[in-house]
């Protein structure tokens, strides 16, 4: 009976003991015993917590090293990331982006809590929206080395996740996100590569292609894949090239069928289209040239300018269009000076129409012309007041003072046929009151 006892008391004494062990599970993680109020050892609990998917007991845990960290802002902000990765781990995004948010409000510069809420919104609303935190990671990893390459290995492990999924447009652009950090990484540029082909962006796969043989010259896979991108690229370009030809735009077909044969030397199309455009667009620009002569040459400066301009569209590196350019604005200039000659003798004879037609016409060659808007402007409002000081005297019944704004008007205005008829009938009305 006493050995009953003892034993008995013994079993309580080990159920007590593990009651309080099993209760006590946190303190005793990691084999090392901590105090209630250790912060520093409750977040390391609460992170192994994390790497064994308990995220229940983490987030107690940390939700604890949190309260205790009061104050200390870096610190506060390390343990909300935990509690951050913690439900994003669960794929709660909305209580992750929250977590990751009050570590930025406690420290701005949090690289971890931009990475996340960078890649939630990248998953939920895409590039965009991400871009932001993604580009202040970039100018942080620019300031810390360390940092960089740790964010670099971490858009570098998902774009290789996306790869792995057949995600190219997002691995590419994880990728993308890695090279900002790390730029001189030939592995990078070439799974970028692989991504652009599988997007049939086969001219940025060809650069990247090449990026990564710069960096590693023997690197054969790339030098493979790069090969197969040039062949592809060049049949793009000559494709687009054949479409830009086939709408008359010459000049652009004859880069790309240089790009295309830049691309893959052997390509025939390449070699045929950019003879065959060349030529066309040396007939067009002879056509279009001697059409602009002959409007210099009638002094038809505003449409020589118009088709001036479209020649420069339709050839950029046109000699014709150069020496054209420079004709017609020497010519421009002393049409101009001579217009102006005009107006001011015109003027000064009081031919204020005449002048206003001068002066138009210098606005036609030159539109920003200043001198010649504002004396345009002023002969219009001299020809205006005379007609509002003829049509006041004869409401007000003063005939003889209506026939001087008129006769006025007569000179200003030689060839008005409204003036001369308006005229006439105030000088009959004054002839009228003089009879008996």
């Known amino acids: 009976m006493k050995n009953l006892r003892i034993c008995a008391r013994h079993t309580i004494i080990f159920l007590a003991a ?16 901590i105090t209630p109020y250790d912060a520093d050892a409750r977040y390391r609990v609460g992170l192994e917590f994390i790497k064994k998917a308990d995220y229940a007991r983490a987030l107690h845990e940390l939700s604890i090293a949190a309260r205790l960290k009061k104050g ?3 610190g506060e902000a390390r343990i909300y990331d935990a509690e951050g990765i913690a439900y994003y781990m669960q794929g709660l995004n909305i209580e992750a982006q929250s977590e990751f948010g009050k570590a930025l409000l406690k420290d701005p510069g949090d690289i971890d809590a931009l990475y996340y809420i960078g890649l939630i919104n990248y998953k939920v609303n895409g590039y965009t929206a991400a871009s932001r935190y993604f580009n202040e990671i ?3 990893g620019e300031k810390d080395a360390k940092a960089r390459d740790s964010l670099f290995r971490k858009f570098f492990n998902l774009g290789m996740d996306f790869q792995s999924r057949g995600k190219s447009s997002s691995a590419a652009e994880m990728f993308g996100e890695a090279l900002g950090l790390k730029p001189d990484d030939p592995k990078t540029h070439f799974y970028r590569g692989q991504d652009f082909m599988a997007l049939e962006r086969y001219r940025d796969a060809v650069a990247e292609f090449r990026k990564a043989l710069a960096l590693k010259p023997g690197m054969t896979e790339a030098k493979v894949q790069l090969e197969a991108s040039e062949k592809l690229a060049a049949e793009e370009a000559v494709k687009e090239a054949e479409s830009a030809s086939g ?3 010459y000049y652009s077909a004859q880069k790309l069928y240089n790009q295309a044969a830049s691309y893959d030397p052997s390509n025939m199309d390449a070699k045929k289209g950019m003879a065959k455009s060349s030529s066309l667009l040396d007939a067009r620009t002879k056509k279009e040239s001697s059409k602009i002569k002959s409007l210099i040459e009638k002094g038809d400066f505003a449409d020589a300018k118009d088709a001036l301009a479209a020649l420069k569209k339709l050839n950029p590196d046109s000699d014709e269009a150069k020496s054209l350019s420079a004709e017609l604005a020497a010519k421009s200039a002393q049409a101009i000076k001579e217009l102006f000659s005009k107006a001011k003798k015109a003027e000064a004879a009081e031919a204020v129409s005449r002048a206003e037609e001068f002066y138009f016409r210098v606005l036609l060659i030159e539109p920003s012309n200043k001198e010649a808007a504002n004396d345009e402007r002023l002969m219009r409002e001299k020809i205006n007041d005379e007609w509002k000081n003829a049509k006041a005297a004869e409401a007000d019944g003063n005939l003889a003072l209506a026939e001087k704004s008129l006769e006025k008007l007569a000179v200003y205005t030689p060839d008005d046929p409204m003036v001369k008829a308006e005229l006439g009938k105030v000088m009959a009305g004054i002839r009228g009151k003089k009879k008996p």
């Open 138 to 140: 970039i100018a942080a």
């Open 247 to 249: 709408k008359g735009e």
């Open 18 to 33: 593990t009651a309080v062990f099993s209760l006590a599970v946190p303190a005793f993680a990691q084999g090392q015993k």
């Open 72 to 74: 200390d802002y870096k």
